[in-house]
């Protein structure tokens, strides 16, 4: 059984940072793509980073270029968000996802609050 558990959020003063963890178990971690994904309220989940999982081929969305860095480790079963220079607009659920061809998991979510 597949399982992505977040943990890592919290409440942070803008420009602080924050680095989230997601600790996968019940597949073969080192043959997925893993991503993090956010979802603010009423708005659309968006994809914010991905690492692949031969050559650790990184992607982020523009808004988070240059402030958020994702790594894994094969050998923890662990993704992370390193997100430094965080922003009002950076509040959201963060989300962690494993892909495999047509499989397709996710985590319950972890809250980041940017606030004064």
């Known amino acids: 059984q597949v399982q992505l558990v977040e943990s890592g959020g919290g409440l942070v003063q803008p420009g602080g940072s924050l680095r989230l963890s997601c600790v996968a178990s019940?597949?073969?971690?080192?043959?997925?793509?893993m991503s993090w994904y956010r979802q603010a309220p009423g708005k659309v989940r968006e994809l914010v980073a991905s690492i692949t999982s031969i050559g650790y081929t990184t992607n982020y969305a523009d808004s988070v270029k240059g402030r958020f860095t994702i790594s894994r480790d094969n050998a923890k079963n662990t993704v992370y968000l390193q997100m430094n220079s965080l922003k009002f607009e950076d509040t959201a659920v963060y989300f962690c996802?494993?892909?495999?061809?047509?499989?397709?998991?996710w985590g319950q979510g972890t809250q980041v609050t940017v606030s004064s």
């Open positions: 996802n494993a892909r495999f061809l047509t499989t397709n998991d």
């Open positions: 019940g597949f073969r971690f080192s043959a997925y793509v």
